[in-house]
């Protein structure tokens, strides 16, 4: 290939060989380090004590919708052959690509909501940093291109499940295969360019409040007590 | 028996004269950062009126608290159910506009403005967004306010009177008002700590208090929605939780928490109460009416043996069983029976008591004061100007007796101490009255001596904490010297 390798092919490299590479190794490194040495900076950062109405209808459209449609992507990395063998009837093919779909433009919806929100709303604005506006244009980058694909590139779980997911497993296993993704169209090479970025950007930002979903709270007991001494020592130090 | 030890509290209604300078002590050491500008952990409000955050009492609107299921104790609104769902929009929430938004004024404009013909104002800006304001609402904006259609009439507490007794209250001769300062209860069966998603909030092992761990907190706000008196209160800037510590540095240091130590009416009591953490579930699932006296048999008698040597065998110090033999709260809550929980029918079993209003009750009646004696030489208490159900909704979860038995007893006591000091009244008539109020002439002076000589070690009796020993068991003090001591390893900066 590198014999007669133009400049797209170079980009290609750039793109799918070597910026994911980037985006991991940023990811691990930043996350860990801003855990154990910032840790006071994890939070969700919720607004919704400064502005109670649009919050609703930006923030819960777009959570489940994206949730929804990042369920579905590990799904199809996951188990892309169980994927194909589902796909195989043409009416649950149906049914997947128009849950997929709706759960597109919940997020998509959500998102435009959360847009209108902090700019229109004074006090959710004072609150809203650079690097907010940076994550929000992603997200909506990433949304759009999504949807774009999931339009005119119909029939996506199918050829997401036979080429995008080998690739990424290529990547995992430190082989990157890019002749899978190759011949992908432009709004399809776009989406995977843009979920390298986030990925990149991810530690950064507020998206760090995923990492710290309070699922431990489900199962914990209600009360908390926590002592500052060790009850029984003090007391033995004290009789001597 | 799991005795553990509690620093508790009383506030007696009778003397506060609703100054605010707990509030303006608290806010000047704990809350004057941004974000916390709106936060009042301590704050004053007037009864019957709507309070802070607007109606907060009103679990329709917020879903604080506990609630008893078939037998099984819930949280209203932040169940571990409820919260996968309402993790991402709480709809019980409450946001800036039910507290009020937090102001300044623009004294530049005193200096600044063109000369003309009227005086230059100071104009109101937001301490949110910087931006000119009109001022809608603040934190004691139903101060004296008794009587207003738009604070007193939405008190949630009126619910329990009926259409007369409400018009009654309403009528410009009869209209009667008390402070009712709050701070944290730091509960025993606290729903904030309960809803908490992170596990952030606790209840400190060695006296009770009720802490959020700043690091560990993430801002899911369910302690915000959970805590039924509102008493824990979300940093907008930093993205994390924050409540009232009851100035824990201080006590540790033997000095009463600041909104105490500065209380001008000297209404507050700081103590150590002894309880039986075993009954906790037990207490908190009783019905209604049970629950004041379900609450105070947990309370365990610190002079009992067994009580004194379970507690030693749970590592409480001698010194702490001593201030609780000492304590104010004890007489108050237990030996007396005259101080009772804030809307215990929340189930979250608060260790703050009050001591509810005698003149509000006694000054009415055709305009005429004390002399207006029943058969049983009381005053008939349900002709009072103050209606009883609405200190029973308040202070006994429905429950009037002891409301009744409270107010006869303080109403007893002034009776006998006017028969010593000033004779015009019998003292027969005194001592029957003491008789018919449950109080003995010793206990009646013992409550004359802990309510009106009170000096401010009586009324605070704070065990040492001894975290001199604590910490050294926990880290080498000698490895932070000349380092960055025990506190914030970092910044405590809002992340992005």
New interface residues.
């Given amino acids: 290939m590198m014999q007669n390798a133009t400049l797209f092919d170079y980009f290609n490299l750039f793109w799918f060989a070597i910026l994911p590479y980037i985006a991991l190794f940023t990811f691990f490194l930043i996350t860990i380090q801003r855990y154990t040495r910032t840790g006071y900076s994890y939070s969700s950062l919720s607004s919704q004590f400064l502005e109670n109405k649009i919050h609703f209808w930006g923030l819960v459209p777009f959570h489940y919708g994206i949730i929804l449609i990042l369920i579905g992507h590990f799904i199809g990395f996951l188990i892309p052959k169980q994927v194909l063998i589902w796909n195989s009837n043409p009416l649950r093919l149906y049914v997947i690509e128009v849950t997929a779909f709706i759960g597109g433009l919940f997020t998509l919806i959500g998102l435009v909501n959360i847009f209108i929100r902090r700019l229109t709303d004074a006090r959710a604005k004072v609150v809203t940093s650079n690097i907010d506006w940076i994550v929000l244009s992603i997200l909506l980058f990433q949304i759009v291109t999504g949807l774009l694909v999931a339009v005119f590139n119909s029939w996506g779980t199918q050829w997401f499940a036979a080429s995008v997911a080998p690739y990424l497993w290529s990547v995992l296993k430190f082989n990157p295969n890019i002749a899978f993704v190759t011949p992908l169209p432009l709004t399809a090479k776009l989406h995977i360019i843009g979920a390298y970025t986030i990925i990149l950007l991810f530690p950064f930002t507020r998206l760090v409040h995923l990492l710290v979903i309070p699922n431990p709270y489900l199962w914990r007991k209600p009360q908390l007590v926590r002592w500052y001494w060790n009850r029984k020592k003090i007391r033995t130090q004290r009789s001597i | 028996m799991d005795v553990r030890s509690q620093i508790s509290m009383v506030f007696h209604l009778d003397k506060c004269i609703g100054c605010h300078t707990c509030s303006i002590a608290c806010k000047n050491i704990w809350t004057d950062r941004k974000g916390t500008e709106y936060m009042w952990w301590n704050n004053v409000e007037t009864k019957p009126g709507t309070g802070y955050p607007t109606k907060w009492e009103d679990q329709e609107k917020y879903k604080g608290g506990w609630e008893n299921v078939k037998g099984k104790l819930k949280l209203r609104s932040t169940g ?1 159910a409820k ?1 996968i769902f309402n ?5 019980h ?5 039910d507290y009020y938004e937090p102001w300044t004024y623009k004294y530049e404009t005193l200096f600044n403005a063109p000369e003309g013909t009227d005086q230059p104002t100071a104009l109101p800006i937001s301490m ?2 910087g ?1 000119y304001m009109d001022i809608e609402a603040g934190p004691n904006w139903d101060d004296d306010l008794s009587g207003s259609p738009i604070y007193a009439e939405n008190d949630p507490n009126l619910s329990a009177l009926t259409p007369e007794q409400k018009s009654q209250l309403f009528a410009i001769q009869r209209l009667v008002f008390f402070y009712f300062p709050r701070i944290c209860n730091h509960c025993l ?2 729903a904030c ?2 809803s ?4 952030a ?6 006296d009770g208090i009720v802490l959020i761990d ?2 560990r ?5 369910s302690c915000v929605a959970a805590c039924p008196y509102k008493k824990s209160y ?1 940093n ?5 939780s924050e409540k009232c510590i009851l100035c824990f540095p201080r006590i540790e240091s033997g000095q009463a928490p600041a909104c105490f130590h500065s209380c001008v009416g000297r209404i507050r009591y700081l103590g150590v109460l002894l309880y039986d953490a075993d009954k ?1 579930e037990e207490v908190a699932k009783k019905s209604d009416t049970e629950l004041v006296e379900a609450q105070r048999s947990m309370i365990l008698d610190p002079f009992d043996p067994e009580v004194i040597q379970a507690a ?1 065998e ?4 001698e010194q702490v069983i001593t201030a609780a033999q000492n304590s104010p709260v004890y007489k108050f809550v237990k030996i007396w029976k005259i101080a009772l929980p804030p809307h215990i029918e929340f189930r979250t079993l608060p260790m703050l008591f009050y001591v509810p209003p005698l003149l509000p009750v006694m000054s009415s009646f055709n305009g005429e004061t004390i002399k207006n004696m029943g058969e049983d030489f009381f005053p008939d208490f349900d002709k009072a100007r103050a209606p009883i159900e609405f200190f029973g909704k308040l202070f006994a979860a429905g429950n009037n007796s002891k409301i009744r038995y409270v107010l006869k007893k303080q109403m007893a006591v002034r009776t006998y101490r006017r028969a010593v000091t000033v004779g015009d009244i019998e003292m027969d008539l005194a001592k029957k009255m003491l008789l018919e109020a449950d109080c003995s002439v010793e206990e009646a002076e013992a409550i004359y001596k802990l309510t009106s000589l009170c000096t401010f070690n009586d009324r605070f009796v704070i065990p040492p904490a ?2 001199e ?2 910490i050294e ?2 880290r080498d003090p000698l490895e932070y010297k000349q380092s960055v001591g025990f506190g ?1 390893k ?1 910044e ?5």
């Fill in positions: 571990k919260i993790i991402f929009h709480n709809p929430m409450p946001s800036m506009n949110v967004t931006k069966n606290p700590v309960a908490c998603p992170s596990g909030l606790y209840k400190r092992g060695e700043q690091e907190c993430r801002g899911w706000r979300y907008w800037s930093t993205g994390k906790i030693l749970n590592g409480i110090h001894h975290r020993e604590a068991m926990l914030f970092e405590p900066k809002r992340g992005s």
